[in-house]
């Protein structure tokens, strides 16, 4: 989904052609720091997370590094790239950590976030529906564990107030289904289509609900059938700004 919606390109950051030092923070499985490897060759990549989920078998110039982004950064050398993508709910304080990333960077250095929040409607088709209580659930759990799925509109203004000048929000759309008329925006609902239907809700939802709201399985199961439904609903006209 971000290959689409990034038009093929793994980021945004005007790097040039030669970056030299780059941290993907909270890598993940270090899919993008390996396609990123990969693209610059000449560049040495450092992937961090608090998992080592990642492969063993990597391209040389990729390193993973077990740490977490909230602790005190202790890299000897300074990046020219920091990215982090997808970490909506990582972060008790983000500004902090963009504090990290400025404190980080060589000179002229770039540093990008890629994420995206909780859906909406822009003509209230939302409203009143379970996918839109489902929202509101998952904002007031989200709340409960102390990371909020509420950051990501405060990210411009947190990097100004980090420190970084020259920045820039590029906001796309992901739709629920294929509601759009936008061709990339279809593609973009039938990939989060594919994703619900692989227990998407689910894997959201159930220690939010269970653990931090106090929901039974039973009563989970049942909303979510409904959340599901609505999401399949192309007069619903829902999606998560990225
Ligand atoms: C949704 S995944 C995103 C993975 C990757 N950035 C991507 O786009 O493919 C979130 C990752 O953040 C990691 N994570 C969460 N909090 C972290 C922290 N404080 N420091 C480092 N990694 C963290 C998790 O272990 C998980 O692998």
């Given at each position: 989904?971000?290959?689409?919606?990034?038009?093929?390109?793994?980021?945004?950051?005007?790097?040039?052609?030669?970056?030299?030092?780059?941290?993907?923070?909270?890598?993940?499985?270090?899919?993008w720091a390996i396609d990123f490897a990969e693209q610059y060759p000449s560049a040495h990549v450092i992937g961090t997370?608090?998992?080592?989920?990642?492969?063993?078998?990597?391209?040389?110039?990729?390193?993973?590094?077990?740490?977490?982004?909230?602790d005190d950064w202790l890299f000897p050398q300074k990046f020219d790239y920091i990215h982090g993508r997808t970490l909506?709910?990582?972060?008790?304080?983000?500004?902090?950590?963009?504090?990290?990333?400025?404190?980080?960077?060589?000179?002229?250095?770039?540093?990008?976030?890629?994420?995206?929040?909780?859906?909406?409607?822009?003509?209230?088709?939302?409203?009143?529906?379970?996918?839109?209580?489902?929202?509101?659930?998952?904002?007031?759990?989200?709340?409960?564990?102390?990371?909020?799925?509420?950051?990501?509109?405060?990210?411009?203004?947190?990097?100004?107030?980090?420190?970084?000048?020259?920045?820039?929000?590029?906001?796309?759309?992901?739709?629920?289904?294929?509601?759009?008329?936008?061709?990339?925006?279809?593609?973009?609902?039938?990939?989060?289509?594919?994703?619900?239907?692989?227990?998407?809700?689910?894997?959201?939802?159930?220690?939010?609900?269970?653990?931090?709201?106090?929901?039974?399985?039973?009563?989970?199961?049942?909303?979510?059938?409904?959340?599901?439904?609505?999401t399949k609903n192309p007069n619903i006209h829902a999606y998560s700004p990225v």
């Amino acid at each position: 989904m971000w290959s689409i919606t990034l038009d093929q390109k793994l980021h945004l950051a005007p790097i040039g052609s030669n970056p030299q030092h780059v941290l993907d923070i909270a890598t993940g499985t270090g899919i993008w720091a390996i396609d990123f490897a990969e693209q610059y060759p000449s560049a040495h990549v450092i992937g961090t997370d608090l998992s080592a989920i990642q492969p063993a078998s990597t391209p040389s110039n990729l390193t993973f590094e077990l740490s977490d982004a909230e602790d005190d950064w202790l890299f000897p050398q300074k990046f020219d790239y920091i990215h982090g993508r997808t970490l909506a709910t990582c972060f008790a304080s983000p500004l902090s950590v963009f504090r990290k990333a400025f404190e980080a960077l060589a000179p002229g250095g770039w540093f990008e976030m890629q994420d995206m929040c909780l859906q909406r409607s822009d003509d209230g088709s939302m409203e009143g529906s379970s996918l839109g209580e489902w929202q509101e659930h998952v904002q007031a759990a989200t709340a409960f564990t102390g990371v909020p799925w509420t950051n990501v509109p405060h990210y411009a203004a947190w990097f100004t107030e980090a420190g970084f000048d020259s920045v820039t929000e590029a906001t796309f759309r992901w739709p629920s289904n294929q509601w759009s008329g936008n061709r990339k925006e279809r593609l973009l609902g039938a990939w989060t289509q594919a994703q619900i239907n692989n227990n998407m809700l689910e894997s959201i939802s159930t220690r939010l609900f269970m653990t931090k709201l106090g929901w039974s399985q039973a009563k989970l199961d049942a909303f979510l059938a409904k959340v599901n439904a609505d999401t399949k609903n192309p007069n619903i006209h829902a999606y998560s700004p990225v």
